[in-house]
């Protein structure tokens, strides 16, 4: 199977089950990020996160997220790769983006609950694609890499609320993963830059709803 009839495979499962939890979500928070990594073109991104939490029992909920992280910057160096010679590629100012996009499956186990405010920890399946691109401002070279990523992340959460009757308030967490290529297609020449595991780093914070289905 090609890759672009596995993305679209793909984007349509992720859709199809977004829209089966969002309906039997019963928490929705809608946070802003910002991440450290161990891999240096995806360093200090920042992006966006969305998260739903499903009933499961008294103290344990489904969790189900997703998130988009970018970084960009500027550099000098040689912008050539593959097969190219880099000795024969000038040293060059650079635009350079990284971008990381991650899906979460896991649990949300609640460890504390009080009347306003509640913490707990959430183990999370990952599934994603990283991408990095390297523009050269002189030659024009690109390089240019996207690969599917898969991890497991382990995180805390707190989320307090104003009043029992008031179903908005805020969230907080932090969480430590460990992403790595879903698989290797070991080009010689290639530019493969998501080739190894990395961990991923993340603090979120941002508005809250809950409410009880009846």
Request: proline share 5%; glycine share 12%.
């Amino acid at each position: 199977m090609n890759h672009p009839v596995v993305r679209l495979v793909t984007c349509a499962s992720a859709l199809h089950l977004l829209g089966v939890t969002s309906v039997l979500a019963q928490r929705i928070s809608v946070t802003a990020v910002g991440a450290t990594t161990s891999h240096e073109l995806l360093n200090r991104p920042i992006g966006v996160m969305a998260s739903f939490g499903v009933p499961i029992s008294r103290r344990v909920h489904g969790s189900f997220s997703v998130a988009r992280l970018q970084r960009t910057s500027d550099g000098t160096g040689i912008v050539c790769g593959g097969l190219i010679n880099p000795s024969q590629c000038p040293v060059e100012s650079f635009a350079e983006k990284g971008r990381i996009s991650m899906v979460g499956i896991g649990a949300d186990v609640q460890l504390v609950t009080a009347r306003m405010a509640g913490l707990s920890v959430q183990p999370q399946f990952l599934w994603g694609r990283a991408r990095a691109e390297r523009l050269g401002d002189v030659t024009g070279n690109r390089l240019f890499a996207d690969r599917a990523q898969l991890g497991f992340s382990a995180g805390v959460e707190l989320r307090s609320f104003p009043g029992r009757q008031f179903p908005v308030g805020v969230v907080a967490g932090a969480a430590l993963a460990r992403v790595g290529p879903a698989n290797v297609e070991g080009l010689v020449d290639g530019y493969t830059p998501f080739d190894r595991w990395y961990s991923l780093r993340t603090v979120y914070v941002g508005g809250v709803l809950q409410w009880t289905r009846r």
